[in-house]
């Protein structure tokens, strides 16, 4: 089976009064490119995040949002810095004896210094929350992996069905290559006896000029590499697996034959149906860019 590169995935997770949310949404790139925003508080798993998702995933542009909730009742708590207020208190009493002030200081006065009272989430440890964070994470990377699966079926029959249509143009060309060389055998022979006016045609050199002809436009080789890429990129979409770059090294490829091919030609059928062939080379590469 062969992926998109598109995707997108959801799962959430409620276990132990935390509630976990994961999504995530990937678009093509040449590359694995893992964006993450997730609270501050989860930042320590990001390397662990990271290597998880490459069990599921091996190019695109993946954009991944986590939200963390704790939904016990019990779930902040307050801190008091005893060791924070006591300097406080200290400097404060300093000030007061180098200013002669007035001494107004009072626990209110020191309970709202920086630092003094925090409010701290009570969670459980941090292999708990991991296991509870990994769990919401396969979750949304396999409905993910499944969304691109199911995206990458698609564009699979849609590219198998542009190759056989690229095999039918380049049957044509194959066809109408021969019949190319007996047109101008036969219009030189017409223009010799017209400008002679007679049948006399020097058969040697009517050969001569229709093989050097028949050299300049033969695209033989042309059209078996070409039938053979075509072959060969079909193949890998049938074998599947992490083929894009495979697939676009094919299309270039492709795209050089038919440029050689259009080169060569002398005869609109022909160049017609080169320019028809490279249209669907380049549809093609356009899909293959949103294969994983």
């Known amino acids: 089976m062969i992926k998109s590169m598109t995707g997108f995935g959801r799962c959430e997770i409620t276990e132990n009064n935390r509630k976990f949310t994961v999504e995530m949404k990937a678009v093509n790139h040449r590359y694995l490119d893992i964006i993450i925003k997730m609270p501050k508080k989860l930042n320590f798993f990001e390397s662990a995040i990271r290597g998880e998702l490459k069990n599921y995933m091996s190019r695109g542009k993946v954009d991944l949002f986590i939200t963390y909730e704790d939904l016990s009742e019990g779930a902040s708590g307050v801190r008091y810095n005893k060791e924070l207020a006591a300097e406080y208190l200290k400097y404060l009493n300093e000030m007061r004896q180098d200013f002669g002030l007035e001494d107004d200081v009072r626990v209110s006065t020191l309970s709202k210094l920086p630092d003094v009272l925090t409010m701290e989430e009570e969670d459980g440890s941090e292999e708990e929350l991991w296991l509870e964070l990994k769990k919401a994470l396969d979750g949304a990377a396999e ?44 219009k030189l022979r017409d223009k010799v006896v ?41 193949s890998a979409l049938t074998e599947g697996g992490s083929i894009g770059r495979k697939l676009d090294f094919f299309a270039q490829e492709m795209n050089r034959e038919a440029n050689t091919i259009l080169s060569k030609s002398n005869d609109l059928e022909i160049s017609n ?20």
């Open 143 to 186: 409905q993910f992996v499944e969304s691109r699966i199911s995206e990458g079926e698609h564009l699979k029959r849609d590219l198998l069905e542009k190759l056989d249509g690229m095999l039918k143009l380049v049957d044509f060309i194959s066809e109408r290559s021969p019949q190319i060389i007996a047109e101008y055998s036969q």
């Open 273 to 292: 149906c080169g320019i028809e062939l490279k249209t669907e080379i380049e549809k093609v590469r356009e899909q293959i860019q949103n294969i994983e």
């Open 194 to 234: 017209e400008m002679l006016g007679d049948n006399t045609v020097d058969e040697g050199r009517l050969i001569t000029e229709v093989t050097i002809f028949a050299d300049k436009v033969c695209v033989d080789e042309e059209l078996v590499r070409l039938r053979s890429h075509i072959e060969s990129m079909k």
